[in-house]
């Protein structure tokens, strides 16, 4: 992958797409999203692309297959859970040598203070078994609130946990995410996926109880007060 | 509960519940340490009373099932994971009117990096399912590192994340840890142990992996830029 090689965010007309792609464009990566509705996905690239200050990458769209087979290596996966193995078994033909990105988290319906895992362990884990061993699958972003993503002009404040069963994609994965200004941290095997993807809905839960002076949490990994 | 009521802590020979019996003494919280052994948790709570400044509170030692009767409400669970429920099953006749703080996380055998969870889906559900529903259980202060809590002298820079199914005890055990001089946050429901617990297994990796510039990693929760 080169500094400008393409990044693909499958779903980018949501919330969570909308501002990677937007965060990630003003940070150089050109972005071409992808939706089930290739003319929804261009109008949206377009109206994004209205946003961006001089000097960013482009956003363009299109339908999410021809989304995967433009991305240089990167596929982000960003789609509602009931939409995730759908999406998956689609573009799986065109995945070979991309890594894929999951930030899907698979909320409870109806009870975004609750996650419903699928048998598999987590949504990363399903989607490797999927995707099989040989496409690379990495689980990221799970915990950024997409109010968070979409206020563009201020920094990020709370960290990254990315996992996978991989090394290399893993690394690959953080280096695009470290573009954002965050911090990545390596939680280890796709099946810390299981703890990372839980903590979206306890960050919701927080949110939603006001027993916090904020309203839209992440985490980061504190050091030690000596250091 | 009065401020002054005193706390057990089970398993507080070990290095998280030394740390914890020292910081809760120091708080002017009455500890009194259970162990298997009678003997070595009564010498060790007077080791430990040697390094309390004037104006802490007392910390003695007996047997667990002694330090759950002598606890006025609130019952620390501090043991290993392999002592979990033996431990439980032992003190289960002497809980009634009493609250179970759970920190116990199961950690893999022979793999800190990893948990291995019961079939109940974490240690503290394990903890209600086999107390029954008559006893409140808490699970709390599982991402806090035994070495951090040790270093009674520096304050604890990482957050508390509280879960259980019954919300007054949750505010109890909340109201406790706060005396620690540490923001408690509000987990949701016992389940969400299944989280909890295991980010602990990926803060060890994260610790052991010299990746990250320190070496007792916890997590805050972090508001967003604008607050």
Redesign the interface.
């Known amino acids: 992958m080169t500094q400008t090689s393409t990044l693909a965010i499958l779903g980018g007309t949501g919330p969570q797409g909308t501002g990677l792609a937007l965060r990630f464009a003003k940070a150089g990566v050109p972005v071409v999203i992808g939706g089930r509705d290739a003319d929804k996905a261009r109008e949206h690239a377009k109206e994004l692309s209205q946003q961006l200050p001089d000097g960013s990458a482009e956003i363009t769209g299109t339908d999410n297959a021809t989304a995967t087979e433009q991305a240089g290596e990167l596929v982000i996966l960003s789609v509602p859970y009931a939409a995730h193995n759908a999406t998956l078994s689609e573009i799986k033909p065109l995945l070979s040598d991309k890594v894929l990105i999951d930030i899907v988290v698979p909320l409870a319906p109806k009870n975004p203070?609750?996650v419903e895992m699928p048998p598999e362990g987590s949504a990363t884990e399903a989607a490797q078994a999927l995707l099989g061993e040989d496409i690379a699958v990495v689980g990221a972003l799970h915990n950024v609130?997409a109010?968070?993503l979409n206020?563009v002009d201020?920094?990020?404040?709370?960290d990254v946990?990315v996992c996978g069963n991989q090394l290399e994609p893993k690394r690959k994965v953080m280096a695009l995410i470290s573009k954002l200004g965050v911090n990545c941290?390596?939680?280890?095997?796709a099946?810390?996926a299981?703890?990372?993807e839980?903590?979206t809905?306890?960050?919701i839960?927080?949110n939603i109880?006001k027993?916090?002076?904020?309203?839209?949490?992440?985490?980061?990994?504190?050091?030690?007060?000596?250091?």
Chains 1, 2 share one sequence.
């Open positions: 203070k609750a609130s109010v968070t206020k201020q920094a990020i404040n709370c946990l941290y390596n939680a280890g095997l099946e810390s299981r703890c990372v839980a903590i809905p306890i960050l839960r927080l109880s027993e916090v002076p904020f309203s839209h949490a992440g985490i980061t990994i504190c050091p030690p007060a000596e250091h």
